[in-house]
Structures are given as C-alpha cells and as structure tokens.
Nanobody
Framework: QVQLVESGGGLVQAGGSLRLSCAAS????????MGWFRQAPGKEREFVAA????????YYADSGKGRFTISRDNAKNTVYLQMNSLKPEDTAVYYC?????????????????WGQGTQVTVSS
C-alpha cells in the first residue's frame, strides 16, 4: 500500500506560479510511476503529467506543455508539479497518483493509489 498526501495548492493570480508536492509513504520502495491529475467542478478528472521511476520519462497533457514541469526526488519519496503561467482554466482540485504497473499512465485507470487532492484556484 502507498499513501499519498498533496500540498502546495492555493489561490494565485493569472500568470502566477505554484509548486505542488506529493509525499508518498508506505511501500515506497517499489518503482512506481507517479502522476498528477486534476478535476474542475462539473468536469471529469483529467491527466496533467506523469513521471517514470528514474525521472527520465515524463508525459504531459497538451494543456500543460511548456508551462508545467513534473519532477521527483526518490530520496524524499516526493513528486512535484511546478506550474507556471497559470490560467483561470487551470482551476481545479489536483490529485497525485501512483501506478505500479506503468501501463496507461495518462489515464485514471492506470493508477491504483490516489491522494486526497489539493485545491488550486487561479483568479483572472
């Protein structure tokens, strides 16, 4: 089992930046792919970014390419999502997720473990 706790959300003006963190505990010795998803009110949860165990492989949704950067520090069991040039449409609850299969990492069903989420609100 893996427990995930997100932090770093908040209220920011358009054009600003936030860095989200996801701290993992439990069976963190396994080589999990880590992902970030988000869900806006009235919308389905959508993929944001993912990163492989070594950090060499990263994946981004088109909405975040060039603005978001995912990274991980395995020594700290922590994954980060740096978000720059934020837009009001980035407003959502952001969720961290862990996958021990490494399959379908851009889809919800590819992940078996989820955090509780952190709210990001971008004002115009």
């Amino acid at each position: 089992q893996v427990q995930l706790v997100e932090s770093g959300g908040g209220l920011v003006q358009a054009g600003g930046s936030l860095r989200l963190s996801c701290a993992a505990s439990g069976r963190t010795s396994r080589s999990y792919v880590m992902g970030w998803f988000r869900q806006a009110p009235g919308k389905e949860r959508e993929f944001v970014a993912a990163i492989g165990w070594t950090g060499d492989s990263t994946y981004y949704a088109d909405s975040g390419k060039g603005r978001f950067t995912i990274s991980r520090d395995n020594a700290k069991n922590t994954v980060y999502l740096q978000m720059n040039s934020l837009k009001p449409e980035d407003t959502a609850v952001y969720y961290c997720a862990a996958s021990n299969s490494g399959v379908a990492v851009t889809h919800n069903y590819g992940y078996g473990y989820w955090g509780q989420g952190t709210q990001v609100t971008v004002s115009s």
